[in-house]
């Protein structure tokens, strides 16, 4: 804590000497939900609670009337919420004079953005139930935040652009914008995420980090985890995505990892334009970009400044009355319908929406409107719109 007090007092002093500068708000949150001692939970320098840095734009008042967008920004593996002040990718001058206010949490080095599988037991940690359940609400709590899903976007790099992806299917009622720099991976189940995975130096056990976090590559929760596979929850979401072609940018450096990071990015970028088509072909505002560069933080720094010229809040459908959901979350929220299954799916449960008529696929029984439903179902959903 002491280190980012410093650092906080640091950014402080570089910024412009007015009553209305930004102000960053740092406090940690801790839950059951996440076990830092465990390999998906754990934390940089040591740390055993997760902890949220919260950048307040220009003239933020906690007990004005103004309101503002909301930005979530999830950091890469290896690292935390504190990435986002290093000076590498320092959130201050990439989100200078942005209206809106920036959330930057952490999502352990390796933790996925995801429930871990975990033979079935589905945590240690649980980090998206843990952020879009928790930490969501606590921001909503904490913070002047504009309502409609138009105000309220989500970008990440590396780790954290494949736990965008993750987070805007499972919450597209919330999430209108999502923005993934060089995501890994947009395709979950493709034949090069296990052995991705299974490289990184996090020791889970004989079961290998892939099966840990997803279990079986072509089983229903590796399917219900992975962004491609939910395409049709992306049907009303503004997405940009972009990455590097495995070319160094002038005046780029070449670090001591060059080779693996010019790999990983034209993997990367070779998952790009499938899952754009994929994610198109259901209805997403898809914009795509390829630029030069690496898996590195100068080109995230340059993609950072390109999504804002392109545009995080712009208007969008706000309650549309037709929309496909899947999911294998035990619990969630789907357009503003709240559901909670009996016992944690088995299967990918899909629901439709057309009009006022609710339709449902998959197994097992399910709690929705305040009512329980055993999949598959037809129902009106007057009741609860």
């Known amino acids: 804590m002491l280190v980012v007090a410093v650092l906080t007092l640091a950014l402080l002093a570089l910024a412009p000497a007015s009553a209305s500068a930004s102000k960053l708000d740092t406090f940690e949150l801790p839950s059951a939900l996440v076990d830092t001692s465990s390999p998906g939970g754990q934390l940089p320098s040591d740390r055993s609670v997760p902890k949220v840095n919260v950048l307040l734009p220009d003239g933020y008042k906690q007990r004005g009337k103004s309101r503002y967008p909301v930005l979530w920004l999830l950091h890469g593996a290896y690292g935390g919420a504190d990435n986002w002040l290093s000076s590498h990718n320092n959130v201050r001058k990439l989100a200078a004079g942005l209206p809106a206010i920036v959330v930057m949490p952490d999502g352990g080095m390796f933790g996925m953005y995801t429930d871990w599988w975990n033979r079935g037991l589905r945590g240690d940690p649980a980090w998206a139930t843990y952020h879009l359940s928790v930490l969501r609400q606590t921001i909503e709590r904490r913070f002047r935040i504009r309502p409609q899903r138009r105000w309220h976007a989500i970008a990440g790099i590396s780790m954290g652009g494949g736990g965008t992806l993750r987070y805007a299917a499972m919450l597209p009622g919330y999430f209108g914008t999502a923005v993934a720099m060089s995501a890994a991976f947009p395709d979950m189940q493709s034949d090069i995420a296990e052995p991705g995975l299974d490289g990184l130096p996090a020791h889970t056990g004989a079961d290998g980090v892939y099966h840990s976090i997803f279990g079986e590559r072509q089983g229903f929760y590796a399917e219900g985890n992975s962004p491609q596979a939910l395409a049709p929850n992306f049907g009303h979401t503004r997405v940009y995505l972009t990455s590097g072609n495995g070319t160094n940018c002038p005046g780029d450096p070449q670090t001591s990892t060059f080779a693996l990071d010019t790999a990983t990015e034209i993997v990367i970028n070779a ?98 409107c305040g009512r329980r439903a055993k999949l598959p179902f037809k129902r009106s959903i007057h009741d609860c719109i």
Not at 293 to 299: E, Q, S
Not at 316 to 335: C, D, F, K, Q
């Open 271 to 368: 998952q790009q334009g499938p899952f754009a088509a994929a994610i198109r072909a259901e209805g997403a505002d898809v914009t795509t970009k390829t630029t030069c560069g690496v898996h590195t933080f100068g080109v995230w720094d340059r993609a950072f400044a390109a999504a804002r010229k392109w545009g995080l809040f712009k208007p969008l459908p706000e309650r549309p009355r037709s929309w496909t959901y899947r999911t294998v979350a035990t619990a969630g929220e789907m357009w503003g319908l709240r559901f909670r299954f009996a016992k944690p799916p088995a299967t990918v449960a899909e629901f439709h929406r057309s009009g006022s008529r609710l339709t449902a696929t998959g197994r097992g029984t399910v709690r929705i």
